[in-house]
């Protein structure tokens, strides 16, 4: 790859503004930003001028021609991640994807089969995994230093009003994948799949009860795992008071991290069980969650050839745990890990054309 990595921006929103454009500044000597992708070819004009950016053009598969990137990251709206990211895995461009990855599982992997082995990859941003508290623990819990995990609580509940979802993709299945399951507590539910591991069932409620959308607006869920351990999962997205809260309870241990968008080390409680065994807490570092401590990984991966983490089966994870949950909700059964396949209905949307799964 040339030094520094040329990357292309697919989708010039506030994610791309705030989020991604900011971050390859701070590494201009690994990466620079040479085109970006919108909806029209004024929006990205628009964006290219602000940015300083060469390229601005409405065409992905003729950006991809004559830019030729090495990573091309993708912000757009949900319902364009799948297409675009395969557009980019076959011009040879590595991808890094806002959540939700796609809007189904078939959608995710017609991602996976674009890919080739020792790259390009397509991962996922699922930037709460990569604060240094969180690795730490994820060593300790795996190494069973701190005993087996018993009970988790996984909370996202943060607001959303009208005016958030009289965006016109929002809030709709066909655009956005589902609710605040899909499109908020993604990340949280990803930070739990990352400390507890693998799940093997779950059961699940969902309601529409307050905003006018044809998803839901609240979604419950009852989970366990293949170590045995149980845990309750609630999304909204009408909660006055946010929050974003994970606690686990260990046999040596409970852990507990309160926070909303982001954390360091100091959101986090550590409380050892009577008598046991000391360990290192905090650790050293205090590297906060973000964008910049994913992207740095990828960017090494991407130089080295090797998987980055949060793509394939890895990246994969979440978002069947998600499509379980919708599957568990509209249909009131138990729903098993790796049940849902190509034939399944919820394999290709999360509402399944289950009956009532549509606003009258």
Same mark, same amino acid.
Request: proline share 6%; net charge negative; aromatic share 8%.
């Given at each position: /790859? ?16 705030? %989020? ?9 000597? $690994? ?24 390229? %601005?053009? %409405? ?6 021609? $004559? ?13 364009? &991640? ?35 082995? @020792? ?61 605040? %399951?899909?499109?908020?507590?993604? &990340?949280? /539910? ?54 974003? &809260?994970?606690?686990? !309870? ?8 309160? &926070? ?44 080295? @050839? ?37 034939? !399944? ?10 009956? @009532?799964?549509?606003?009258?």
């Amino acid at each position: /790859m040339p030094s520094p990595l040329r990357v292309a921006v697919v989708g010039g929103g506030q994610i791309a503004r705030h %989020a991604h454009l900011p971050l390859f500044r701070e590494l201009a000597e $690994e990466v620079e930003v040479v085109a970006v992708v919108d909806a029209t070819e004024e929006l990205a004009r628009a964006f290219a001028d602000e940015f300083g950016l060469a390229h %601005a053009s %409405a065409d992905l598969d003729r950006t991809l021609a $004559e830019v030729r990137p090495g990573l091309v990251v993708i912000t757009s709206p949900p319902a364009l &991640h799948s297409a675009q990211a395969v557009a980019a895995l076959r011009a040879g461009a590595w991808v890094w994807c806002e959540k939700p990855p796609c809007l189904s599982l078939a959608e995710y992997d017609a991602m996976l089969a674009a890919e080739r082995e @020792g790259g390009p990859f397509a991962a996922i941003v699922f930037q709460q995994r990569f604060g240094s508290s969180s690795q730490h623990l994820r060593r300790l819990i795996a190494e069973g230093t701190l005993g087996d995990p018993y009970v988790a609580h996984c909370q996202t509940t943060w607001f959303r009003d009208d005016a958030y979802y009289a965006v016109p993709w929002r809030g709709r299945w066909e655009s956005e994948g589902g609710g605040p %399951a899909m499109g908020l507590g993604i &990340h949280q /539910m990803d930070l739990m799949l990352e400390l507890l591991g693998d799940w093997s069932e779950v059961r699940a409620m969902a309601a529409r009860l307050a905003r006018d959308v044809e998803t839901d607006d609240v979604t419950t869920a009852l989970v366990r795992f293949s170590s045995g351990a149980l845990a309750t999962v609630v999304n909204s997205a009408l909660s006055p008071r946010q929050v974003s &809260h994970l606690r686990i !309870d260990l046999a040596g241990a409970t852990l507990e991290l309160t &926070h909303l968008y982001g954390y360091s080390n100091a959101d986090w409680t550590y409380t050892p069980a009577r008598d046991a065994a000391e360990i290192a807490w905090p650790p050293p570092e205090d590297v906060p969650s973000s964008h910049a401590a994913q992207l740095r990984g990828l960017l090494d991966d991407l130089r080295a @050839g090797r998987r980055p983490r949060g793509s394939g089966e890895d990246g994969r994870r979440s978002l069947e745990l998600v499509t379980a949950m919708y599957k568990a909700a509209l249909t009131g059964r138990t729903v098993r890990a790796g049940e849902i396949g190509p034939g !399944d209905p919820f394999y290709r949307s999360l509402h399944g054309d289950t009956p @009532g799964w549509q606003p009258a």
